[in-house]
């Protein structure tokens, strides 16, 4: 019996661990990245360029107004980034116990991808929601703003005011945005530091970096133009009639697509890319040092 109580436990941890590292990861990314996803909401909103949006932010709201939303950014990594990332490590680790240990080819480690994108937008949708609502509270005129005060006083007044389902408000371009980002980030990721540690034979440090940096940048120009729609789907208003300007993500698109063409969608990709691309490196260096310090210590 006291055996099995020693063995327990770290069974339980080693399957938790993948899920516990990720979202700590991402949650310490997203402290460094907020100011810039702040100013990467404004431009999408129509506000002007990142200078013009950086210099009145400033001027009339203050360095607080790049910190707002921060509550709801830090659950949204402690729900998605935990869940996508636990996912990924153990879809890719079956996988490689079915193709006999293995490297795996590149289609699977991108199928492992897209799925443990579905599986955490689904699981972060209400926390993303939270967070858009928030960023984008101050653009509103002052009658329609919500004045959340936190992220679940905004789950709160959202579930009160529209309905629990409406936590899920724009999930469907949420969850195809988030298979798009993951497929690019995570296949991408584990694909260049195999090829920068085994054909280039570069260092532990050099790798994670360079792989890191290969994984944000197709991260990010795989989902831009899905980001895009979530964000213009999840912040719409109704009219004076009660209408909404878009049915559904596809009439978003379509929309989109007839009056400013395939680059609208890539309107703010150069804020987005430096977004993206620091903070899903971050995130891979941060998950490699927490790694590294849980080997240390014997966990």
Known sequence: MAEEKKVAPIGIWTTVKPFVNGGASGMLATCVIQPIDMIKVRIQLGQGSAASVTTTMLKNEGIGAFYKGLSAGLLRQATYTTARLGSFKMLTAKASEANDGKPLPLYQKALCGLTAGAIGACVGSPADLALIRMQADNTLPLA????????????????????VLALWKGCGPTVVRAMALNMGMLASYDQSAEYMRDNLGLGETSTVVGASAVSGLCAAACSLPFDFVKTQIQKMQPDAQGKYPYTGSLDCAMQTLKSGGPLKFYTGFP????????????????????????????M
């Not at 905004?154 to 529209?162: F, G, K, M, P, V």
């Open 144 to 163: 329609q703003r919500r004045n959340y005060t936190n992220a679940f006083h905004a789950l709160y007044r959202i579930s009160a005011d529209e309905g």
């Open 271 to 298: 804020v987005y890319c430096v977004r993206i691309a620091p903070h899903v490196m971050m995130t891979w260096i941060f998950l490699n040092q927490i790694t590294k310090f849980q080997k240390n210590i014997g």
